[in-house]
């Protein structure tokens, strides 16, 4: 397997230090955060620079893009229920998440990270599958026109592994699989290595954090059961990315470096490689 970052742990770091700290890390891929044209929310959102010149840069540190995730969700209740369709924007998601894969395809990133999301308790949980997965599906169709596959991410509704392959049961398309959050796995109540047995080969991109009494702190410090679940991707010879999130765009934090380095050093150890440089690893 292949060991990446997100950039939701560097929020006001440019893309060159990105590049920077991945090379002297040994970290393969980078994760990128981006809150679409315009947004200043990250001085290292991909779509603030031109997509050659963020390839260039990852490429220049022996790493690569290894997903562009965004906040796109397809869970938007349309109302009223009938003539809703009608009336309003129903398509703003499909929108969005079309834009992302214009982005993704040009900073050279084979993945979309987006979200199903929350439905209401009054929904039944087949029509809302229905209606996230009808608007999902024009995004994925717009991804495999482009090269991009689109990754969906457990979270709101949908936390489990299970729960995840609702939707792809749903829309059984190739270039649609699971981005796997192991911390909000575990916290749903799910042991993270039978949720990736669960998933197996439908797994895109697996996400990993750690927290030590609410607090994000480097892998291996915290109550996640992070390790285990890097003992599953193993044992399933999983060859994709997992990426180590560290959720300081959200909670703020001191320096990220020293839980970016252990968090590297142990991804490392738990998943059978050796370290052989800054610009990448031998795996056993």
């Given at each position: 397997?292949?060991f990446?970052y997100?950039t939701?742990?560097c929020p006001?770091w440019t893309?060159?230090r990105?590049?920077r700290?991945a ?5 393969v891929?980078?994760e990128?955060r981006?809150f679409?044209?315009?947004s200043s929310s ?8 031109a997509?050659?010149k963020?390839?260039g840069?990852?490429r ?7 997903c562009?995730s ?17 009336i309003s924007?129903t398509e ?6 079309k ?9 050279g990133?084979?993945?979309l ?10 929904e ?9 997965v009808s608007?999902?599906?024009k ?6 026109a482009?090269q991009v596959?689109v990754?969906i991410?457990n ?15 749903e829309?059984?398309?190739p270039?649609l699989l699971?981005a796997?959050n192991?911390?909000v796995?575990?916290l749903?109540?799910?042991d ?7 998933l197996?080969?439908?797994l ?14 480097a892998?291996?410090d ?5 390790r ?9 010879r ?5 990426s180590?999130e560290?959720?300081?765009a959200w909670?703020?934090?001191?320096d990220p470096?020293p839980?970016l ?13 050796v ?8 795996l056993?």
């Amino acid at each position: 397997m292949k060991f990446a970052y997100s950039t939701v742990a560097c929020p006001d770091w440019t893309l060159e230090r990105v590049a920077r700290v991945a090379e002297e890390l040994g970290y393969v891929g980078v994760e990128l955060r981006s809150f679409g044209w315009g947004s200043s929310s990250s001085a290292c959102d991909p779509a603030l620079t031109a997509g050659p010149k963020v390839q260039g840069l990852l490429r220049a540190a022996g790493a690569e893009a290894c997903c562009l995730s965004s906040g796109c969700r397809f869970d938007a209740v349309v109302t009223p229920p009938v003539i809703g369709w009608a009336i309003s924007d129903t398509e703003r998601s499909v929108r969005e998440g079309k834009a992302m894969v214009d982005l993704a395809a040009e900073i050279g990133a084979p993945m979309l990270r987006v979200f199903a999301f929350e439905y209401p308790s009054r929904e039944r949980r087949v029509s809302a599958i229905e209606r996230i997965v009808s608007r999902l599906l024009k995004v994925v169709d717009a991804g495999r026109a482009r090269q991009v596959k689109v990754v969906i991410e457990n979270g709101g509704s949908f936390c489990t592994a299970a729960e995840l392959c609702e939707i792809l049961d749903e829309a059984q398309h190739p270039m649609l699989l699971a981005a796997y959050n192991v911390a909000v796995a575990s916290l749903a109540g799910e042991d993270p290595a039978k949720g990736i047995n669960v998933l197996g080969d439908r797994l895109g991109l697996v996400k990993v954090k750690d927290f030590a009494e609410g607090k994000p702190v480097a892998l291996g410090d915290g109550q996640v059961p992070v390790r285990g679940a890097i003992e599953a991707l193993r044992a399933l010879r999983y060859r994709g990315f997992v990426s180590y999130e560290l959720d300081r765009a959200w909670l703020g934090g001191a320096d990220p470096m020293p839980m970016l380095r252990a968090s590297a050093e142990r991804l490392y150890s738990w998943g059978g490689g050796v370290a052989v440089g800054p610009r990448g690893v031998q795996l056993a």
